[in-house]
């Protein structure tokens, strides 16, 4: 008798395609965060501060798309 697929087996491949396709669309739009930002919001976690989830987003404006922060 056949195994049952178990839940990490199934894939949604049109599923699979659209994330894809929106994370190369939110790429491509400049909404991203700086690894460096990242990398010091992991570091405050890790030593046990509370902090807001990190964003790293300047808003768009008439001078383009939103790009990440240097710190």
Do not use: F, N
């Amino acid at each position: 008798m056949p195994q049952p697929a178990s839940i990490v087996d199934i894939v949604d491949e049109d599923a699979k395609r659209r994330a894809i396709e929106e994370a190369r669309a939110s790429v491509a739009a400049g909404d991203v965060v700086d690894h460096d930002v990242v990398v010091r919001w992991l570091e405050q976690l890790l030593a046990g501060e509370k902090v807001p989830p990190v964003s790293g987003l300047i808003p768009a404006t008439s001078a383009g798309p939103p790009r990440s922060i240097r710190r």
